[in-house]
Structure formats: C-alpha cells, structure tokens
C-alpha cells in the first residue's frame, strides 16, 4: 500500500512539474479573482484644487530640518577609506555600470550625478547611452555583457524606461549580485519575507530608513504611513519599515479620506511624485516626515526658470512636523549614496 501511495504521489509529481502555462490559465480559470497584473490601474493622484489650510496650533512645534546632504557626505568620507583599503589590499576597486535610454533631462541628471559620486569615492563607472528608440534586444545585449564582466560589479539601468520596452523583463535580466538598484523579484521577494536577508535593498527606501536612524528617530512600534507604491520607492519602503517592526500602512490613489490616514502616522514617507500633494492638515503635530518626492515647479525668480518640490507642503509642515527632509537636499544624496554602499557591498563579497 505504501508503495502505491509513493508511486501515485510521484506521478502527480511528474505531472505537476510539466504544467504549462497555459494549464496554469486554465486552473485560474476556476477562480473569480482577476490576475494580478489586471488590476494594476494608473495612479492618478488629484491633488486638491482648493487645500484645505494648514491646521493652527495653541503651541508652534519645533522641526528639525533633516540634513541629507551632511549624512551622505559622512558615509561617503567612510566609502572612500574602504575602496581605498580594496584598491590597496587586491589591486581592485568597485565597478559600476550605468544604462541610460533617451535624452529625458532629469535621467540624465541623476545619472550624471551618481557617475560624478563614483569619480569622488573611487569607484570605476562606465555609463552606456542608447537611443530612445532603442530594442530590448540591444538593451539586453548590453546588460549579458555587463553581467559577464568581472570588474563590473554593479549594474543600474536608469528608470524610466521609454513605454515600448518592457521593464521588467530588462531589469530581471540583471544577475541577482550584481542588483544594486535592489529592483530584482529575488531581492524584493527576501525583503518582504522574515528570516530572509536580500542581497541589495532599494536605495532610496535604504536611505530613507538610514536618515530616520540616523535622526534618532525611533522605527519600531510607530504608526507609519507610505505615500505611493511604486515598484522603485512605495513597495520596498513598506517592506522595509515592517522589517524594523513599524506599523505599516499604505496610501495611494485609490485610497478614500487618505489624509484621515496619515494624520494618525508618527512617520510619514511621503513618495507620490505629486507637487506639495501633503498638506499641513494633513500631518499629525510631532510627525516626522520624509519627503521623496522631488518635482519641477514653474518659478521665473529661479535661474533655470524652474524650482524642485517634494510631495510635502514643506512651509505648512513647519511647525507641525518635529523633523522633516528637505526638497532639495534630504533624500536625493542619500538615494545615490546608497548606491555606493550596495556597490561597495557588490565588491566585497568577491575580493574580501
């Protein structure tokens, strides 16, 4: 009987591992549940055309400006010692490789600026540029050869991408140790899970959790509250704060009364890409904020006749807030500093 039963769960077995796709549409075919993928609709954020004013209080908070430009500049003195001590213990420094498609200009600033990082700390870039009208093919072609490089042990390939490639098909063609953006299923998968350490983390989730610490602001047991859910920024950094054991919840556009919400947030990671989306009334009074958002506002007193805004009304959460980032100047230097450490990390795990 035993034999049997081993025979029959073999069999099943065998069969199961040569379902197809298309027999896995067909169980699914059972279920009233759409697939996942059909229910990721455009986040359309509205923002008030007439805000709400920012609510008054008896007593003024004092808010601390978190100053990311200093931080990132102490782990980057800290960065350059170690590439040091790598050049010097092996002969080798770390490398990274940067893909950029298109001419869109804020891409090209942020990778201009991750490319001058590199130069700063002594790590090795190499930047390759394509056309807007590029093919996956030639992307991926780019990104084997990068994989198969030796000196290179970190590959970016700057987002986002023009609409007729296919994401994600391109950055899961990244090896896994060489994800120093952390955007791969594998590394995203292990962050949500507990008990698992992925490889690379995200980096602006990385740099936001390290700027709280280093803030000494206190992560478990806070009420937290995530502002988007971007793949790049939203996702990780709700994975990220369970991780340090925050209470989490995510506001998106979707999301009704999502400023009764965050008003109950101890920490609010504000990560939507809509200009000045938060109000004041919107922040509970000693709430610490992290702005992510960084986005270009017609302003003609301003040199280039434009000015950067975060995704928080920064003069309406003075006075609310107890500690608030920065647009520009908070998250920004942390994002790519992070990227350093991962590809310092990247390097390590090879030479030392």
């Known amino acids: 009987m035993l034999m049997i039963a081993r025979k029959a769960l073999a069999s099943a077995h065998s069969k199961a591992i040569r379902l197809t796709t ?17 229910l990721d609709l455009p986040e359309n954020w509205i923002p008030y055309s007439d805000p709400p004013p920012p609510v008054s209080f008896e007593t003024e908070q004092k808010t601390v400006v978190i ?12 960065i350059i010692s170690e590439v040091g001590k790598m050049k010097k213990a092996v002969g080798k420094v770390p490398g990274l490789a940067v893909v950029l498609v298109g ?3 804020d891409s090209q600033t942020y990778v201009r600026n991750k490319i001058k990082a590199c130069e700063e700390t002594g790590i090795k870039s190499v930047l390759t540029e394509l056309p807007e009208d590029c093919t996956e093919g030639q992307i991926i072609s780019i990104l084997k050869k990068f994989n198969e490089d030796t000196s290179i042990h970190g590959i970016l390939v700057q987002l986002p991408l023009p609409q007729h490639l296919d994401e994600s098909k391109i950055l899961n063609m990244v090896r896994l140790e060489k994800d120093v953006d952390g955007f791969h299923p594998l590394n995203v998968g292990n ?7 992925p490889l690379f983390v995200s980096c602006t ?13 206190k992560i478990a047991g806070k009420n937290a509250v995530v502002i988007g859910r971007s793949n790049i920024v939203g ?15 995510t506001v998106h556009a979707f999301t009704k009364d999502p400023e009764h919400i965050t008003r109950k947030a101890d920490i609010v990671i504000a990560a939507a890409g809509i200009p000045s989306l938060v109000r004041g009334s919107w922040l509970k009074p000693g ?9 270009p506002v017609e302003d003609s007193s301003c040199e280039f006749g434009y000015r950067l805004v975060g995704d928080v009304c920064y003069e309406e959460a003075l006075g609310v807030a107890s500690a608030i980032t920065p647009v520009p100047g908070g998250v920004g230097p942390m994002t790519i500093t992070m990227l350093l450490c991962n590809t310092l990390d990247a390097a390590k795990r090879i030479y030392l």
Do not use: Y
């Open 22 to 38: 298309r027999d896995v549409h067909c169980f699914s075919s059972i279920l009233v549940s759409p697939p996942l993928v059909s």
């Open 67 to 78: 100053d990311g430009n200093v931080i990132a500049e102490e782990i980057r003195t800290k």
């Open 103 to 105: 001419q869109q200009r």
């Open 191 to 197: 962050l949500a899970m507990r008990g698992r350490e």
């Open 205 to 217: 989730p990385k740099g936001c959790v390290e700027l709280l610490i280093r803030a000494g602001v």
């Open 235 to 249: 996702l990780p950094m709700s994975l990220l704060l369970q991780r340090h054991d925050a209470t989490v919840s």
């Open 287 to 295: 709430a610490v904020v992290i702005d992510v958002g960084t986005s």
